[in-house]
């Protein structure tokens, strides 16, 4: 239901279907009993290898992957450990781009709606904005953490972070799905996006140009980040041996109407 994926399977498929592959998709919603079970079920199909884009920080599914000698790779989120093979996006780089620019437009009050700090994108997008503040003398304290990317939880911290402070005049969300959230929050407390609040996401799902305001972003090469995931995959199924390596694809900043000069 994250609007992120589509455009990642369709990187997989195109790539795997191309050299003779098919591709088996399981939705888990993020819960690791269906992960477990998809395993399984794949495992059934004689399965060549896995491509897994729902890893936590710490994750049995990929232990249990290391464990049976499956070829796997990580898409969009890492694990803490070495030794896997990974296609995740350059975090730090997209969050110092969407600072600089509300920094330049004299921000200094910023917040954070955190992903899950389970995940990998939760927690190092949540990292890289308290570093950057900190380098730039900003206050760090404004961040709110959620249990998952949704509207929903978008919206209630929002709410929760608004009623210890009412002072910061953007926002840096850790998805689009939450700075969604955080929009209607705004909307149904009389609040305007941006000559109130700035509001910025991350990720680039479809359709953000067409809102009002459309919404500023960091675009993630979603479909690129599939297809490169696939190669590599398709090298370790074909015995290349070479030493596991994570790419950091960088994202790029899309500056749209829901950012302005901060206001008083």
Not at 140 to 168: C, M, P, Q, S, Y
Not at 222 to 240: D, I, N, P, R, W
Request: net charge negative; charged share 25%; glycine share 6%.
């Amino acid at each position: 239901m994250n609007p992120i994926f589509p455009p990642i399977i369709r990187g997989i498929q195109d790539t795997a279907e191309a050299v003779g592959y098919t591709v088996i998709t399981a939705n888990t919603d993020d819960e690791e009993t269906k992960e477990r079970d998809a395993l399984r079920m794949m495992q059934g199909r004689s399965i060549e290898g896995v491509l897994i884009a729902t890893a936590r920080r710490k994750d049995p599914i990929v232990e249990e992957c290391i464990e049976n000698d499956i070829p796997f790779v990580l898409i969009n989120r890492t694990v803490d450990r070495d030794g896997v093979n990974a296609v995740i996006i350059d975090e730090d780089f997209g969050i110092r781009s969407v600072l600089d620019h509300l920094i330049s437009l004299k921000h200094t009050r910023i917040a954070h709606i955190a992903g899950p700090q389970h995940t990998s994108t939760g927690f190092h997008r949540a990292k890289a904005f308290s570093d950057y503040l900190r380098i730039h003398n900003l206050p760090t304290d404004l961040i709110e953490a959620t249990e998952k990317f949704t509207i929903e939880e978008g919206r209630r911290a929002f709410r929760k972070l608004l009623a210890r402070d009412n002072n910061f005049t953007a926002i840096v969300a850790g998805n689009d799905l939450l700075a969604l959230g955080c929009m209607d929050a705004m909307t149904e407390l009389g609040l305007l996006v941006p000559e109130n609040i700035s509001i910025a996401g991350y990720d680039d799902i479809l359709f953000l140009e067409r809102m009002s305001p459309a919404l500023t972003t960091v675009l993630v090469p979603k479909y690129e980040m599939g297809s490169q995931a696939t190669k590599t995959l398709l090298e370790m199924v074909g015995g290349a041996s070479k030493a596991p390596v994570v790419l950091r694809m960088q994202p790029r900043l899309v500056v749209r109407n829901s950012t302005a000069v901060a206001s008083r």
